[in-house]
C-alpha cells in the first residue's frame, strides 16, 4: 500500500542525502506500523512513524508498535498528546496512560516529539498558555494543557 511511495520519496532523498534519517508515514493516522511494517521498505536509517493520544489510545496501539519492532524496524512518534486524539477539545489530560506510552517509548529507546507547541486556552493539546513568549524561558505559570507532563518528560 504506501511500498511504492515510500520507495519514490526515499529515492528522491537519498539522490540529495544518502545518509540522512528518513521517517516513513503509516496508516490510520500513522498508528499502523505493524500494517507498515509487514512488507517493509529495506534501506539503512529508516524509521516508521507511530502517533498516540493517551486518552483514546492504549495498550492495543503499543501492541502494534511491538510488532514492528519485532520486525527489526525503527519506529520514532512524531506526535502524541496526553489527550483524546482531537487535540483536547474537553480539556482532559490521561496522564496515567501517558506515562505508560512514556514507559513502554523508554524501555523500548524510542524518540518522539509532542504535539503541539501552541499557545491557547480552549485545547489541552496546547502547551503554553495564551500570551507566552515566542522567545521560549517558559516557566511554569505559562504551561498548559499537557504542558508540564511534556516538559517533565524532555528532562528525564
Not at 509487514?38 to 495498550?59: I, K, R, S, V
Not at 498558555?129 to 508540564?148: N, Q
Request: net charge negative.
Amino acid at each position: 500500500m504506501l511500498k511504492p511511495y515510500h520507495s519514490a520519496v526515499i529515492s528522491a532523498i537519498r539522490a540529495h542525502d544518502s545518509k540522512n534519517i528518513v521517517i516513513m508515514g503509516t496508516p490510520q493516522w500513522s498508528q499502523k506500523v505493524d500494517e507498515a511494517t509487514a512488507d517493509p521498505l529495506d534501506g539503512e536509517n529508516l524509521m516508521y512513524t507511530l502517533h498516540f493520544y493517551a486518552c483514546t489510545h492504549g495498550q492495543f496501539l503499543r501492541s502494534m508498535g511491538d510488532a514492528a519492532l519485532q520486525r527489526g524496524r525503527a519506529l520514532f512518534v512524531t506526535e502524541w498528546g496526553a489527550t483524546h486524539a482531537d487535540g483536547g477539545l474537553d480539556g482532559k489530560v490521561c496522564l496515567d496512560e501517558a506515562q505508560a506510552w512514556h514507559s513502554w517509548m523508554n524501555a523500548r529507546g524510542i524518540g518522539w516529539t509532542a504535539w503541539k507547541l501552541d499557545s491557547c486556552n480552549r485545547d489541552s493539546s496546547c502547551i503554553l498558555k495564551d500570551g507566552a513568549s515566542v522567545r521560549g524561558e517558559w516557566t511554569g505559570e505559562w504551561l498548559f494543557g499537557h504542558g508540564a507532563f511534556v516538559r517533565d518528560r524532555m528532562r528525564e
